[in-house]
């Protein structure tokens, strides 16, 4: 199990992590959700050793994983750690880069697991193309297969999926994670986009400004967001009186309870989102059809749709 309990990190006096808490079991996928700057990327950096907490502690099979103060070169055995900013050897293939951390001393082994490998990433057809020639997207692509190259018991993924375009993503990210179980890989993988994690993830640890806002399985987090910050990385919602409801929650009638005056009505492929205003406030409503702006609508709310 990775453990890691109560930690707290400053860049130079600007608090970034404040006392974070959470456990990932073998074989676990835990997404850490988060806006921009919330410190996902610092928090991947103090479990894979980049920098040193300031307090706390975090363990991996009850050993203490340690930061560059106590250990010199970062990154555990065990871990792999696929940066933001990912680094490949630009002169040299695909599969070469792939192939890197393989031993050679079984040819036919190593070619084996590097066709597998691009096979999981989607890049068979461009094994032989030298990395400096492939977009930004292919590159992320190839970064993940090398951290996967050599099975590691755990895997920290910092928004693996930010380059790749949602056309080709979707089928990247099911295979991704059905490697990942198939293997048995532990994983943390932070991202801002609830796609991302939402069908993959055993839990979802919610942070904001350092700070955990939330953490659950994702059936219940999103059916139970506690929080309009933890609702917002979900979809459109709206606060009425006091409670939370998303979009599709929120229900045209042709009587009451609730009165609103249409705002805007965006089209969203299949449906309309209705922006209407109500006591003061936004609301967002899920609707089939077009409502001009200034139409006076009735709505009622359920939870359960
Ligand atoms: P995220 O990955 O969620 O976008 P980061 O972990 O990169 O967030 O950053 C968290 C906060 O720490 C941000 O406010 C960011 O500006 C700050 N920060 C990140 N790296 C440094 C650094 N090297 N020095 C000072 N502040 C930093
Ligand atoms: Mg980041």
């Given at each position: 199990m990775l453990s890691v309990k109560n930690i707290s990190f400053s860049y130079s006096g600007f608090l970034?992590?404040?006392?974070i808490s959470f456990d990932v079991k073998e074989g676990e996928v835990l997404a850490i959700l988060?806006?921009?700057?919330?410190g996902k990327s610092t928090l991947l950096k103090l479990i894979y050793g980049v920098l040193d907490v300031d307090f706390g502690l975090i363990s991996w099979k009850n050993q203490e994983i340690l930061g560059p103060k106590n250990k010199?070169?970062?990154?555990?055995?065990?871990m792999k750690y696929v940066a933001q900013e990912f680094d490949l050897m630009p002169f040299t293939s695909v599969a070469e880069n792939i192939g890197?951390?393989?031993?050679?001393?079984?040819p036919l082994e190593k070619k084996q697991r590097t066709d597998e490998l691009l096979d999981v990433v989607g890049l068979s057809k461009f094994?032989?193309?030298?990395?400096?020639?492939?977009?930004g997207g292919q590159k992320q692509r190839v970064a993940l297969a090398k951290a996967l190259a050599r099975a590691p018991e755990v895997i920290l993924l910092d928004e693996p999926f930010s380059h790749i375009d949602s056309f080709k993503k979707r089928p990247l990210r099911r295979r991704i994670f059905k490697y990942l179980k198939s293997k048995k890989i532990a994983c943390l993988v932070a991202t801002h986009d609830k796609n991302d994690v939402?069908?993959?993830?055993?839990n979802i640890l919610v942070i904001q400004e350092g700070r955990s806002l939330a953490s659950a399985p994702p059936e219940l987090l999103f059916k139970n967001p506690q929080h309009p910050s933890v609702a917002a990385f979900f979809s459109e919602y709206s606060c009425v009186d006091g409670d939370i409801y998303y979009a599709h929650q929120i229900k045209l009638a042709s009587k009451g309870p609730f009165k609103a005056r249409v705002v805007k009505s965006y089209f969203k492929g299949g449906k309309f989102l209705v922006e209407a205003a109500y006591k003061g406030g936004a609301l967002f409503i899920e609707h089939n059809i077009y409502i001009a702006p200034g139409t006076l609508v009735f709505f009622s709310l359920d939870k359960s749709a």
């Open positions: 970034a992590i404040d006392g988060g806006e921009s700057g919330s010199l070169i970062a990154g555990p055995e065990f890197a951390h393989l031993s050679g001393f079984y094994a032989a193309i030298n990395v400096q020639f492939l977009s939402l069908s993959f993830a055993d």
